[in-house]
């Protein structure tokens, strides 16, 4: 693999735990009030809100296995690229 796709798959492996980070921060701070009104108003997001967070130990656990194995892919394929780039420097 090139060092430019390796940085390129680092790249799309980052942006994939910010968003299981951003997707559990929303739901676990969104006020349920809020969501129950926009699901009155007709807002099929926020039907699927509510039906994601009624559970919410199994919903946190989802993401923050997405997180822990996005972050052991980054620190793999990080590492690996890193030490490619500095390999004539060390």
Known sequence: MTILLELVAVGVLILLNAFFVA????????????????????????????????????FIAAMQLGVTLTSLGIGALGEQTLAHLFDDFL
Do not use: F
């Open 23 to 58: 997707a559990e921060y929303g739901l676990v701070t969104a006020r349920r009030t809020r969501i129950v009104e926009l699901q009155h108003q007709g807002n099929r997001r926020a039907r699927d809100a509510l039906r994601i967070t009624a559970d919410p130990p199994r």
